[in-house]
């Protein structure tokens, strides 16, 4: 949600981000219905004020009282009619504004697709083999590991069933991620639902937008989280923070679960694109000025990762035309696949800043001078398992169809340090 007064004052600042987003203008009939809704509020407030006068008078004087009711009668419908008018002026209002994207940072590159993207470093040296790599979905059935057979038997497409080593390895790298965020950098574990309601992800800015996207329960209205920083971030919904308590710092573990709605015909087999995919995330609380400061941190918490893994990756911006809706500034993490011979994103970094705070109404009090403001929230993929499975079985892949674990993770697949064909089946 977007601050009015913000929007009264740089009408031309606020167009000009949404024309960067290859959106069109709408500053002028934002502040046209927002202007029209307070004509309705004053109005409405001086006709209360000659009906509080006029009630006043019933006990002042005794003639001409029929026509003092007939005036309070005619008033009371007056306001009656204000009220409807402003509220559905108001809903008119808010209607508009959910659906407007957050206002880009001015360190946003230009551009109209991940084309225009700006490439800020690229680590690790891609390995070199002596035998054609293969993808990821080729290795994986040869080992046993995947079967869509029986997925798209139990649930339909873009779904997998992991088996074996595979599914130890995943078990391995969740452990493996969970203990890095919050062991070497100080997040707070969290258990958290993966069905939320409308005003969860309306918070998040995943409603009313993107509704095609999520898939929605018969029961009590209920949504499966497309991702779990949905809520993580709803976790300090409708409160107030202490000052002091900030940065608040939340990683979970979570099935997530997208229509790909708009991904027809893309990845529609393999690990990359699937309905139901198993995440950790970082959620960061800030206070405004520290946001910028807070998201290099998160960047360094999902490095430091990818380079224990040893696993080739770039750092990439998003131009205006490609950043997500409630994002302010975002960076993408994207690691070398040799199979697919191309980068993949594995994880986003956004700065939302008061956006979603000020859509869930969270707000941050300094009790020390009574002064309560909006604070910037922050997420990032920490990371999507399922991509960063495919990264391993590509990158750590022999001649022989046999994968390597990383030594970092051994300790967490009981000293498993190599994948290779058992024939186990389910």
Same mark, same amino acid.
């Given at each position: 949600?977007?601050?009015?007064?913000?929007?009264?004052?740089?009408?031309? @600042?606020?167009?000009?981000?949404?024309?960067?987003?290859?959106?069109?203008?709408?500053?002028?009939?934002?502040?046209?219905?927002?202007?029209?809704?307070?004509?309705?509020?004053?109005?409405?407030?001086?006709?209360?004020?000659?009906?509080?006068?006029?009630?006043?008078?019933?006990?002042?004087? @005794?003639?001409?009282?029929?026509?003092?009711?007939?005036?309070?009668?005619?008033?009371?419908?007056?306001?009656?009619?204000?009220?409807?008018?402003?509220?559905?002026?108001?809903?008119?209002?808010?209607?508009?504004?959910?659906?407007?994207?957050?206002?880009?940072?001015?360190?946003?590159?230009?551009?109209?697709?991940?084309?225009?993207?700006?490439?800020?470093?690229?680590?690790?040296?891609?390995?070199?083999?002596?035998?054609?790599?293969?993808?990821?979905?080729?290795?994986?059935?040869?080992?046993?590991?995947?079967?869509?057979?029986?997925?798209?038997?139990?649930?339909?497409?873009?779904?997998?069933?992991?088996?074996?080593?595979?599914?130890?390895?995943?078990?391995?790298?969740?452990?493996?991620?969970?203990?890095?965020?919050?062991?070497?950098?100080?997040?707070?574990?969290?258990?958290?639902?993966?069905?939320?309601?409308?005003?969860?992800?309306?918070?998040?800015?995943?409603?009313?937008?993107?509704?095609?996207?999520?898939?929605?329960?018969?029961?009590?209205?209920?949504?499966?989280?497309?991702?779990?920083?949905?809520?993580?971030?709803?976790?300090?919904?409708?409160?107030?923070?202490?000052?002091?308590?900030?940065?608040?710092?939340?990683?979970?573990?979570?099935?997530?679960?997208?229509?790909?709605?708009?991904?027809?015909?893309?990845? @529609?087999?393999?690990?990359?694109?699937?309905?139901?995919?198993?995440?950790?995330?970082?959620?960061?609380?800030?206070?405004?000025?520290?946001?910028?400061?807070?998201?290099?941190?998160?960047?360094?918490?999902?490095?430091?990762?990818?380079?224990?893994?040893?696993?080739?990756?770039?750092?990439?911006?998003?131009?205006?035309?490609?950043?997500?809706?409630?994002?302010?500034?975002?960076?993408?993490?994207?690691?070398?696949?040799?199979?697919?011979?191309?980068?993949?994103?594995?994880?986003?970094?956004?700065?939302?800043?008061?956006?979603?705070?000020?859509?869930?109404?969270?707000?941050?009090?300094?009790?020390?001078?009574?002064?309560?403001?909006?604070?910037?929230?922050?997420?990032?993929?920490?990371?999507?398992?399922?991509?960063?499975?495919?990264?391993?079985?590509?990158?750590?892949?022999?001649?022989?169809?046999?994968?390597?674990?990383?030594?970092?993770?051994?300790?967490?697949?009981?000293?498993?340090?190599?994948?290779?064909?058992?024939?186990?089946?389910?």
């Amino acid at each position: 949600m977007h601050d009015i007064k913000f929007i009264k004052k740089n009408p031309s @600042t606020f167009d000009l981000s949404l024309k960067k987003r290859n959106l069109k203008p709408c500053s002028e009939i934002i502040i046209k219905i927002h202007n029209k809704y307070l004509d309705y509020l004053n109005e409405k407030q001086n006709y209360l004020e000659k009906k509080n006068s006029l009630s006043k008078l019933f006990s002042q004087q @005794t003639e001409d009282l029929d026509k003092i009711k007939e005036q309070v009668h005619n008033l009371k419908i007056k306001i009656d009619e204000l009220n409807k008018l402003s509220e559905e002026k108001l809903n008119e209002f808010n209607k508009i504004m959910l659906e407007i994207p957050n206002l880009i940072s001015e360190k946003v590159p230009d551009g109209n697709s991940q084309e225009d993207n700006n490439i800020i470093k690229e680590v690790g040296k891609k390995k070199k083999y002596n035998f054609q790599p293969k993808n990821h979905l080729d290795l994986a059935e040869n080992l046993n590991l995947l079967d869509y057979g029986q997925a798209i038997k139990i649930s339909g497409s873009r779904f997998s069933i992991i088996k074996s080593d595979l599914a130890k390895l995943h078990r391995g790298l969740v452990n493996f991620l969970l203990d890095h965020n919050s062991i070497k950098f100080d997040y707070k574990e969290c258990i958290v639902p993966e069905l939320v309601n409308y005003k969860s992800l309306e918070g998040t800015g995943q409603l009313p937008k993107f509704e095609d996207d999520l898939f929605k329960t018969n029961f009590n209205d209920l949504y499966l989280i497309p991702t779990s920083e949905v809520p993580l971030t709803n976790l300090n919904r409708d409160s107030i923070i202490n000052k002091k308590d900030l940065p608040i710092k939340y990683t979970t573990y979570t099935n997530c679960f997208r229509a790909e709605a708009g991904a027809s015909g893309k990845d @529609t087999k393999g690990l990359m694109r699937e309905h139901q995919f198993g995440k950790v995330e970082l959620v960061i609380i800030s206070e405004p000025n520290e946001s910028e400061n807070e998201l290099s941190k998160m960047t360094t918490c999902v490095e430091k990762i990818l380079q224990d893994l040893s696993l080739p990756y770039r750092m990439v911006e998003l131009c205006s035309g490609d950043i997500g809706f409630s994002s302010s500034y975002t960076v993408d993490f994207e690691i070398w696949m040799p199979g697919q011979n191309t980068f993949r994103e594995v994880s986003s970094c956004s700065n939302c800043k008061d956006f979603q705070s000020r859509r869930m109404k969270m707000r941050v009090k300094n009790f020390d001078s009574g002064e309560i403001y909006f604070p910037h929230t922050l997420n990032g993929s920490s990371l999507a398992v399922g991509r960063l499975l495919i990264a391993i079985l590509e990158n750590y892949q022999n001649e022989d169809g046999t994968i390597e674990i990383p030594s970092v993770l051994h300790k967490y697949t009981n000293g498993l340090n190599i994948i290779s064909n058992d024939d186990q089946k389910i």
